[in-house]
């Protein structure tokens, strides 16, 4: 089926988020370890950025490593840091020639300074392309963000520096800053939480739930999720008549 055909391109959203999950129950079912479908799951990035490219989507957030994820065996964190330095490495010239720009969110300074390396001069690289930013969230958790912004506003508040809190001074205390909230967050492998994910940031956010796992998700899947929502009515707390 032409998925693409069914989309209107002049109204798709600007930021697309996305909890990449199932990497390692795919890796299960080929009979390989878990690091293998991380492996996998680098096509599917570089198949969905060419997709987002192509509905005009200005913003592409990735949940490549969470805070919790530390806490999964020593092995496949080492891969996952190696494989994300290798990526960076072998991508970068070629996202830069395709006008991505590539930015991060997270804490960023508790990754390793390999990672920490390659990430600086991959952002530094792609800073000027302006058709697409292509946001890695890594060492990320939102709890860890909005706890992090309260603290930096709570310091202000105290030295005398900032009066008056509003929603729009935690935005602007937050790794996303500059970054418009996604419209659409897709998860990915069935199933159905955030996971800490982009808590402040999805408040109005459509969600599209898959059962496909990651290493299998393709440029069709995304356009199906864009067809999802382009069918529901985004009332942002109003009624229909108040739209029209």
Request: proline share 2%.
């Amino acid at each position: 089926m032409d998925y693409l055909s069914k989309i209107d391109v002049s109204n798709t959203p600007e930021h697309i988020a996305i909890i990449m999950d199932g990497n390692g129950r795919w890796a299960k079912k080929q009979g390989h370890e878990r690091l293998y479908g991380h492996n996998f799951g680098v096509e599917s990035i570089r198949e969905t950025l060419k997709a987002a490219k192509e509905l005009k989507v200005k913003y592409l957030t990735l949940y490549a490593f969470s805070t919790e994820n530390w806490n999964r065996p020593k092995e496949e964190v080492d891969g996952l840091m190696d494989l994300l330095v290798r990526s960076l490495a072998n991508e970068v010239k070629e996202l830069s020639e395709s006008g991505v720009r590539l930015q991060t969110i997270g804490d960023i300074k508790g990754l390793p300074e390999s990672c920490q390396t390659e990430l600086a001069e991959s952002i530094e690289f792609t800073k000027d392309n302006k058709e697409i930013t292509l946001v890695l969230a890594l060492n990320y958790s939102s709890r860890w963000e909005i706890t992090n912004a309260v603290q930096e506003i709570a310091q202000k508040v105290k030295s005398g520096e900032l009066t008056e809190i509003s929603t729009e001074e935690i935005s602007n205390h937050l790794t996303t800053k500059g970054i418009p909230d996604p419209e659409l967050l897709i998860r990915t492998s069935g199933e159905h939480r955030i996971s800490n994910f982009l808590l402040w940031q999805i408040a109005y956010s459509e969600f599209h739930f898959t059962e496909t796992l990651w290493p299998d998700f393709k440029k069709e899947d995304l356009y199906k999720a864009v067809i999802d929502y382009q069918s529901r009515e985004r009332r942002f707390g109003m009624v229909s008549e108040q739209l029209t």
